[in-house]
């Protein structure tokens, strides 16, 4: 058993509000730089949709993640001749217009513009060419659009979803979404590391972050294609590589990512998971409905003594033991089984962390009521009288998001995994929802809570973590000691007056 730390996050869909704020953070605080305009490192999709890139679930198209063929893992992108053959042309690579061509305004029309009858406008330019261009997409342009045929039926996730389900999904799409915000996951099993021909990309073995080294990027772009989630991005004026880094500035000096921090919603949580480096592999290689409970059977428990021990022959030392006990992504993970990882079927092993959205659940008609409208059926939805909570838990079918749907983002189709989640955290709503009307805690309460497995006690602390967290609780940083690693190689005084945003060595195309 060999025991490393990992730093995790988790997001709470069912908080999540999607005003950006985490995008807009990140954007300020790492990429607001030429040849990084359109970097997204945290990018907030609305669901049912395609995403940003345009698609990025297309591995048909993209070929991202690891296969698993003949007993072992291959990447999907190429095997280690083609990757030779491929060096100079990359055909999977997502081109601009899976993102979209950086623009701004042209600012001085507005100071500049012949004295007229009309209001002067500032003229789109484009902020790679610097010509006049017209806009045809964004960071952000399917926003709130998830009723739309454009984006919606494109959402790949909604392959095996019964037509009749589509359709009162559809319906309810016009006024409510689901929010999926996206950082790169820093996988176990990382495929950018493993396509980069020059081995500029790396996973820092003390917490998990997976890093660019820019000095030894030479732009082939391996890491952009082998990426399932597109979260590698490559910076066109300085032809480098980059990506999230999980902000592990701040972490080393005990401060939550710039995403997290921010955060309106109070969506994110961070903390330290335990897991057997070992065992990565044979956990990689099970078929895709194990997928799930494959990863989770090697994220260790800290309480254990012998996972103690071994965490300590590895070199962790008390206070990242402590805070991995005290992590909230343990507790919603493998305490309460609440989260899951996004698409396990792409075995990268991912290591951030979603608990799916329940709200707001609404039951619908099983037949569709037809229409004489030319666009075919319009969908009615039924809503119960009484008891629509208990209503909804005997047939979670009934719950806005299918469970199909789901199931197909985040445990790789298995809906028997998304089920328990969705009627504890259904549960818990009842729980609290009954105490506020009785005023106590109620008998139908207490057989709705034994049925999703749940005790009180663990009701209770799901709700407090979820609704009344403190800062503390969100966020259990370990202490890094980033001054005992200076001692070690130069004076921590010369080392105190280099550190600090942006860079001391500007990375140079062709370097």
Known sequence: MKVRAHMSMLFHLDKCIGCHTCSIACKNLWTDRKGAEYMWWNNVETRPGTGYPTGWEDQTRFKGGW?????????????????????????????????????????????????????????????????????????????????SPLYARNDPNL????????????????VVFQYLPRICNHCLNPACVAACPSGAIYKRAEDGVVLVNE???????????????????????????????????????????????SCVGRIRYMGVLLYDADRIPEAAMVPDERLVES????????????????????????????????????????????????HPEYRTLAMMFYVPPLSPVVSTLEKALRSPRADGSLVRLDLPETDLDFEVFADLEKARMPIRYLANLFAAGNEALVLPVLKKMLAVRILKRQESLEGRVTEKALKVLKEAGLTLEDAEAIYRLTTLPTVEE?????????????????DPLAHKGEVGLGYIQPPLRGE
């Not at 004026?237 to 980059?242: D, L, P």
């Not at 969100?474 to 130069?490: G, N, Q, S, T």
């Open 215 to 261: 000095n030894k990027c030479k732009a082939w772009r391996m890491c952009v294609a082998a990426c399932p989630y597109k979260k590698v991005y490559y910076n066109w004026a300085t032809g480098k590589s980059e990506k999230c880094i999980l902000c592990f500035p701040r972490l080393e000096t005990g401060q939550a990512p710039a995403c997290a921090h």
């Open 474 to 490: 969100r966020f259990v940083l370990p202490p890094y000691h980033r001054e005992m690693a200076a001692e070690v190689w130069k």
């Open 159 to 174: 392959g095996g979803v019964d037509p009749e389900v589509q359709a009162q999904l559809e319906e309810t799409l016009g």
């Open 295 to 342: 990863q989770l059977s090697i994220i260790l428990d800290p309480f254990d003594p012998e996972v103690i021990a071994a965490a300590k022959a590895e070199g962790l030392d008390d206070g990242w033991i402590k805070a991995a006990q005290n992590s909230p992504i343990y507790k919603f993970v493998k305490v309460w089984r609440l989260a899951l990882p996004l």
């Open 67 to 147: 296969e698993h063929k003949n007993g072992h893992l291959d990447l999907r992108l190429h095997s280690r001749t083609q990757g030779l053959l491929r060096l100079f042309f990359n055909p999977a690579l997502p081109s601009l217009d899976d993102y979209y061509e950086p623009f701004t305004f042209r600012y001085s029309d507005l100071f500049t513009a012949p004295e007229g009858e009309d209001q002067p406008t500032a003229v789109p330019v484009s902020m790679i060419t610097g010509e006049p261009m017209t806009p045809e997409a964004g960071p952000n342009w399917d926003d709130d659009l998830s009723g």
